[in-house]
């Protein structure tokens, strides 16, 4: 993977390979919203409990959802690279930046919401908070967005804003930072690829001009391929990086964080025998740098 991705690209994706093995059946309950209504009414406690433990079911199984997505992206692109298949290859990566896109719009932020907020989260848990409902809209919209956003199956609802998916443009400039950032540049460089636009076809064409005739050669050798997904990871090296750390550290840190109550039923065992200081993601959460 490392000739691909460069820095902690194998610490990476042998830890996540270790972290899906691990991920066993378990059932994540949802309270009907009239029963919650009718639990709220006389006993904020219990709603509080109920509220946040909904929550952290959608981090926990989003988070490992999320893993399982870039697992098999990037086994794909790895294949794709070893088979000399830059159609392949190009589909392969196109799928893992809209996937870390999509994963870092929404959980990002989560890790240092949970950080920032543990003492009062923990006692909800533990001791538990009767004197006043704890509710994190933008949290809640977050974890719910990822899991069930979208632009077709509600097309034709009346549904609330965070339940549509965004544009791809939107999802990959906030990975990006920018607007018209360089991730967002390869994925355009991919799509055309991908589709049977004109780059798809002149990647297998050798092209001569000269005063008399133009030339054009069919190049179906593999040897074609190989030079081509050579070169755009070559071009590429920085935001392949970043493609894939903005896909995994935020799911990680929030996994990390969510070890750290205690709680059985959303507890990661490997996470908690990786030094996570290492990481920069995790050094800002600790530091409250948001």
């Not at 691909?4 to 610490?11: M, N, T």
């Not at 919650?36 to 909904?54: G, K, P």
């Not at 990002?108 to 949970?114: A, D, G, K, Q, S």
């Not at 990786?274 to 995790?282: A, R, Y």
Request: a negative charge; proline letters at 2%.
């Amino acid at each position: 993977m490392s000739d691909i991705f460069q820095g902690e690209s194998d610490l990476l994706m042998k830890t996540i390979d270790v972290l899906i093995n691990e991920i066993k059946p378990q059932a994540y309950h949802f309270i009907a919203n009239n029963r919650y209504r009718d639990i709220l009414s006389i006993n904020i406690e219990e709603a509080n409990r109920i509220y946040w433990t909904e929550n952290f079911n959608r981090v926990h199984f989003g988070g490992q959802l999320s893993l399982v997505k870039t697992q098999r992206w990037t086994e794909a692109v790895s294949e794709s690279k070893q088979n000399k298949n830059y159609l392949s290859f190009c589909s392969s990566l196109r799928g893992l930046v809209e996937s870390s896109a999509d994963t870092y719009y929404s959980f990002h932020r989560i890790p240092f919401f949970l950080n920032q907020h543990f003492k009062e989260l923990e006692k909800i848990f533990n001791a538990g908070l009767s004197d006043h409902l704890m509710i994190a809209k933008d949290f809640e919209e977050s974890v719910i967005h990822f899991t069930h956003a979208s632009g077709k199956i509600f097309k034709d609802l009346k549904v609330k804003e965070f339940q549509k998916a965004k544009t791809m443009k939107e999802y990959i400039e906030k990975l990006d930072e920018m607007s018209d950032g360089p991730i967002y540049k390869l994925y355009g460089q991919l799509c055309e690829i991908t589709h049977p636009a004109g780059p798809s076809l002149w990647s297998y064409m050798g092209y001569k001009s000269t005063s008399e005739k133009d030339t054009i050669v069919v190049l179906a050798k593999r040897d074609s391929d190989e030079l081509q997904i050579n070169r755009l990871i070559d071009e590429n090296k920085a935001s392949l990086n970043k493609i894939l750390a903005g896909g995994v550290f935020p799911v990680f840190a929030a996994l990390k964080v969510l070890n750290q109550f205690g709680l059985k039923e959303f507890t990661t065992g490997t996470l908690d025998q990786i030094d996570f200081n290492q990481f920069g993601f995790w050094r800002q959460i600790m530091k409250m740098d948001v």
